[in-house]
């Protein structure tokens, strides 16, 4: 499986852009928002070609980040 990256930039008046590689499918998506967890914030989403391609069957491995307490 390729390395998975999420890249976000946040520009001049506070916009924040995010770039998913390695990624397949709707997986990006699901990245960003347990990243982010930004629900109505984003205000435009654009798709890329790795959007579209069929994400592999495979168990899946689910790792939660939490800030130290």
Do not use: W
Not at 31 to 59: F, I, R
Request: charged share 30%.
């Amino acid at each position: 499986m390729p390395e998975q990256k999420i890249t976000l930039t946040i520009d001049d008046d506070g916009a924040i852009s995010a770039k998913t590689s390695g990624f397949k499918g709707e997986s990006c998506l699901e990245a960003l928002d347990e990243l982010l967890n930004l629900e109505g914030v984003v205000s435009s989403v654009k798709k890329t070609d790795e959007y579209h391609q069929q994400q592999p069957q495979q168990t899946a491995r689910v790792q939660s980040l939490r800030g130290k307490s």
